[in-house]
């Protein structure tokens, strides 16, 4: 199995580096963000595989980010999470 390309939106730093350190002790490439426009931006540039998106990121919603997600990359499989 390839690599998954993982892109992490969630306004929690430690939430971030934990997701990081599991994808990539399993070998997959985990892009972290803390805030909707920095990964928005990497998005539009960058492909990935999976994203998690938390549901409440201060002034943003997940649901809708992964909306415009769904719009730059189609393909992209999206999970919503929350504490």
């Known amino acids: 199995m390839r690599p998954l390309r993982v892109l992490v939106v969630d306004d929690d730093p430690d939430t971030c580096r934990f997701l990081q350190a599991v994808f990539g002790a399993e070998g997959h490439q ?28 201060g002034a943003d919603n ?4 992964v ?7 189609p ?9």
């Open 30 to 57: 985990c892009d972290a963000f803390l805030c909707a426009s920095d990964a928005e931006h990497h998005l539009r540039n960058n492909r990935a595989d999976l994203a998690l998106v938390d549901v409440y990121l």
């Open 62 to 65: 997940g649901v809708d980010l």
């Open 75 to 83: 393909d992209l499989h999206a999970v919503v999470m929350t504490a």
């Open 67 to 73: 909306q415009r997600f769904r719009e730059l990359q």
